[in-house]
């Protein structure tokens, strides 16, 4: 237990750190799946964003500021699955996050499931958003 007093600082933070995810994530997942295009699962392909060819330079940027907030959400996830936190809903959010091979048609699959769809239209509708389309092809 002596060790538990000394580094008893660095566990508060981490449960400061566990609670602001926590709300964090809570107050802008509405907002963040509303932000999907309704038909973003209807392609067989991810479709390139504007900025690819429009802004390249910034695009590198928020790819590199996004991959690297993944890690860190993957990270803090991993070390919430053995402090109090939501460790499984964070290891989401950073793969969510982070840019992989098979990461599309990863998602694709996890949308198609019927209440994984009816929740995410759920959230897409408090966020004023139209509901998403499947294709179900897969």
Known sequence: M???????????????????TFVISLLTLPWLVAR??????????RQPTPLKHTHPMLR???LVGKNLLGWVLLVGGFIMLF??????LTIAMGLLL??????????RKIASKPKIL???NWL?????APALKVDPAD
């Not at 002596?2 to 602001?20: G, K, V």
């Not at 402090?83 to 499984?88: V, Y």
């Not at 897409?124 to 004023?128: N, P, S, V």
Request: glycine share 8%; with cysteine; net charge negative.
């Open 60 to 62: 590198a940027i928020i």
């Open 36 to 45: 999907i295009p309704c038909d973003y699962f209807c392609h067989q392909e």
């Open 118 to 120: 009816d929740s995410l």
């Open 2 to 20: 002596a060790w538990l007093a000394e580094y008893q600082s660095l566990f508060t933070w981490l449960a400061i750190f566990s609670a602001l």
């Open 98 to 107: 982070m840019d992989y091979p098979g990461k599309f048609i990863l998602e």
């Open 83 to 88: 402090i109090p936190g939501q460790g499984l």
């Open 124 to 128: 897409r509708a408090k966020g004023g």
